[in-house]
């Protein structure tokens, strides 16, 4: 077989058979051209991909509100957690708080004493933990999963599973007479 040279532009022109090169057609162009990876390159990208997936997941979870008991349920986006770790640094440095008014999801209140602020506190410090060492976990199966497709899919089941089971025995939560009271 012959040796062929390839040109030093190879962004405007496709190598066809028999050496020849051509300019690719209009449609080739509209398609998007797809680079071809090696197996580790491959990898990598799929890897990248899965940990990507699990990250969002986490967030998405994290950040998606706590059942708190049967009748609360708190935010858990960035916001309400700095506004839930500012509360408790008020109550820890201010001693004559004795209630709290608390707006749980937008247009719930209810009136928390500073022991009931602290637990929810606690409740969603936990939950939020809990997403990050699952993320964690997930990506050290990714890294460490062999080069086979089967356990990728394992992989992508337990991203797309998390969350669905908030009531886990890893999840605590508050017993429902600890929040009763105004």
Known sequence: MAKLEKPSNLTKYLWASGGEAVE??????????????????????????????????????????????????????????????????TINNDPDVTS???????????????????????TVSRHVQRCYSWCKGIHKKVEEAPDDIAHFLDIDREINDFGSDEDEDEEESLEEDSLKGD
């Open 100 to 122: 709290i008014d608390f707006e749980t999801i937008p247009g719930t209140w209810v009136t928390l004493t500073p022991e009931q602020a602290v637990m929810i506190a606690k």
């Open 24 to 89: 690719p057609t209009d449609d080739k162009k509209l398609k998007g051209w797809m680079v071809e990876v090696d197996e580790e390159g491959f990898t990598t990208a799929l890897q990248n991909e899965y940990k990507d997936r699990a990250r969002v997941k986490r967030k998405e979870i994290e950040e998606g509100g706590f059942q708190i008991d049967s009748e609360l349920r708190v935010r858990t986006d960035e916001g309400s957690q700095s506004r839930l770790a500012q509360l408790v640094t």
